[in-house]
């Protein structure tokens, strides 16, 4: 007897579903932006699985359209609001209201774009996307954007599911570059990666994980804000030179993750063209000032790095994840990865591009479409001026601090990023991390916290471009009045 599989024995009516799913989305967009309304609510893990029934649902799957639409209703009322203007929390993206259409598309058709052969739209975007970030850094050897062969020494890339996976990608690079054999014979011993003390974790995990050891990293010491201290990058390298080790990368942050501050491009690349080192910057957060004329300088020398990391679900406003990963010679991009498969990498000459070889990925997400999409929803303009508003709140928010004695800001925003203290309490130094847990208990504000040199903050970060000075204004009032009750 012949079994036949039939998905729609149980007879849920598409359209239903399609248009409760729309509804309930659309509701949770409105009720997000209320006043008054939560930001978030964090419920026990076992009272949310309880409310969503999920091993009932588990086992035997929506009983009709009701009841599948109850359950997107339960899981949405368990989930953050980012849409709310009092979200100020972590760097993930606001996306836009429709920015979720090509994450739909591509639950139906699933055509992963790591080979040109398996989604050639999603691949042909992403070729696209990476030209424009390419022409964006001055690194674009094509002609136009469509052009999409490979020029040795012109700029090249792909995209990738993160930042903390685009770090690992580029220092791979980097590795094959100054250690052609590592692939094959494992890491000479004498390789370290010179970095701000102020790096992303991923760096160290990156190094890790290529079999360096957490020790090869080096850190540079960095100012009270976070950046590099340039004088004694030079210091480092000198001992490390005299330690008889070399340099197989110099990291840059673009911007830190805690205080979102720059380091200085240009210095940092003049002293890597000085010893010929390899140049690395972490763009995850800041490399998308670069669309913006008001705000691109603090990304001066970004195009004198070899490897640029630049996260799309940060400030580019695409869904978790979207990161590029770019070279400014594409013949690195090559080396980091020397494997054949098979059944994928071929020698012949293929349609199209294939990112497959390149990436720590098999199959990925058509990452380029969700890229695409961010910019076709409102044009170019409408992503400059994302970043531009939430850039600009930092500022605004900066100077209202500045009129609050009991409110000290460390530094002046470079980006949407600011971190500050209240004042006001017994032992403040001590309960700033208290004073923010006590806050999100609330509910109405969702704010960070984070360490610089050692001392605690509280940190926003401007990602919803609906967020107004008189947010600003409610949230401070908050901290006073939560500090009062602590
Ligand atoms: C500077 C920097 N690099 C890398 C990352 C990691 O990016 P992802 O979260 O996309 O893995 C972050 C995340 O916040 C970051 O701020």
């Not at 799957?61 to 709310?84: Q, V």
């Not at 014979?185 to 957490?214: F, M």
């Not at 590099?228 to 480092?236: K, R």
């Amino acid at each position: 007897m012949q079994l036949k599989f039939n998905e729609t024995k149980r007879q849920l009516s598409e359209d239903i579903v399609v248009q409760g799913v729309a509804k309930l989305l659309d509701d949770y967009i409105i009720n997000s932006k209320k006043s008054g309304s939560k930001v978030l609510q964090q419920k026990p893990p076992r009272e949310i699985a309880e409310a969503l029934g999920a091993e009932k649902i588990l086992k035997h799957g929506f009983a009709s359209e009701s009841d599948l639409l109850s359950f997107i209703s339960t899981y949405l009322t368990h989930t953050n609001h980012l849409k709310n203007p009092k979200y100020l929390g972590h760097q993930v993206a606001v996306t836009q209201n429709l920015s979720g259409i090509p994450e739909w598309i591509n639950g139906v058709i699933n055509n992963p774009s790591s080979l040109y052969e398996m989604g050639p739209a999603g691949a042909t975007l992403e070729g696209v996307m990476i030209n424009y970030m390419l022409q964006k850094l001055g690194w674009f050897a094509g002609s136009d954007l469509y052009d999409l062969r490979s020029f040795p020494d012109g700029g090249s890339g792909f995209l990738t599911h993160g930042g903390s996976i685009a770090n690992l990608t580029a220092l791979a690079a980097a590795r094959a570059a100054i250690a052609p054999n590592a692939w094959e014979e494992g890491n000479p011993k004498d390789l370290v990666v010179i970095g701000p003390a102020s790096s992303h974790y991923s760096i160290g995990r990156a190094i890790s994980i290529l079999g360096l050891g957490k020790n090869s990293f080096v850190p540079v010491p960095v100012f009270e804000n976070e950046k590099m201290d340039i004088a004694a990058l030079e210091t480092v390298y000198q001992q490390v030179r005299r330690d008889g080790k070399r340099v197989m990368a110099v990291i840059a942050n673009a911007c830190a993750t805690s205080t979102g501050l720059f380091d200085n491009l240009n210095a940092i690349g003049n002293f890597c063209q000085k010893h010929n080192l390899w140049y690395h910057v972490d763009g995850a957060h800041g490399a998308s000032a670069l669309l913006s004329s008001t705000y691109k300088e603090v990304l001066d020398g970004i195009q004198t790095a070899d490897s640029l990391i630049w996260d799309a679900h940060k400030m580019m406003r695409v869904p978790a994840l979207c990161t590029a990963v770019l070279f400014k010679k594409a013949r690195h991009q090559k080396q980091a990865f020397q494997q054949k498969g098979s059944y994928v990498f071929h020698e012949n000459e293929v349609v199209g591009i294939d990112s497959m070889p390149y990436t720590v990925e098999c199959t990925k997400s058509a990452l380029g479409t969700k890229l695409f999409w961010t910019f076709a929803l409102y044009g170019e303009q409408g992503i400059v001026d994302y970043i531009d508003t939430t850039f600009g709140m930092a500022r605004s928010f900066y100077e209202l601090l500045q009129t609050h004695e009991d409110f000290y800001c460390p530094f002046v925003p470079e980006s949407n990023i600011l971190c500050f203290q209240y004042t006001k309490m017994p032992d403040y130094l001590k309960n700033q991390l208290a004073l923010r847990y006590a806050i999100i208990d609330q509910g109405k504000f969702y704010l960070t916290s984070c360490e610089i040199q050692g001392v605690r903050y509280l940190r926003v970060v401007f990602m919803n471009p609906e967020t107004t000075l008189e947010d600003c204004k409610a949230l401070l009032q908050e901290i006073e009045k939560t500090a009062a009750s602590l």
